[in-house]
Nanobody
Framework: QVQLAESGGGSVQAGGSLGLSCAAS????????MGWFRQAPGKEREGVAA????????IYADSVKGRFTITQDNARNTVYLQMDSLKPEDTAMYYC?????????????????WGQGTQVTVSS
């Protein structure tokens, strides 16, 4: 079983930057695809970005394209989310997720392993 541990997040003013990290441990073959999701109060969980670790292919939600970057360090089994030009609407709990199957999407139903989440707050 894979365990995911997120770190980073916090509070920043609009236009600022934050970085998130997600370290996978355990049977990391179960994390071929790793993604970031977010959920704001009263809203559904939204896929933000994902990376297919075997080949490094990435996918982004339209709302974050050009502002967020997902990268990976396979030696450390860690995935990062660099968030730039943050907006108040980016405020949410951010979750790291993973699954072991081929291909990555931003559909949370595809993911079977989840971290506990880290809060990101962007003030105007």
């Amino acid at each position: 079983q894979v365990q995911l541990a997120e770190s980073g997040g916090g509070s920043v003013q609009a236009g600022g930057s934050l970085g998130l990290s997600c370290a996978a441990s355990g049977h990391t073959y179960g994390s071929r695809c790793m993604g970031w999701f977010r959920q704001a109060p009263g809203k559904e969980r939204e896929g933000v970005a994902a990376v297919y670790r075997d080949v490094g292919n990435t996918i982004y939600a339209d709302s974050v394209k050009g502002r967020f970057t997902i990268t990976q360090d396979n030696a450390r089994n860690t995935v990062y989310l660099q968030m730039d030009s943050l907006k108040p609407e980016d405020t949410a709990m951010y979750y790291c997720a993973a699954h072991q199957w081929a291909g990555c999407t931003l559909d949370s139903d595809d993911y079977n392993i989840w971290g506990q989440g880290t809060q990101v707050t962007v003030s105007s």
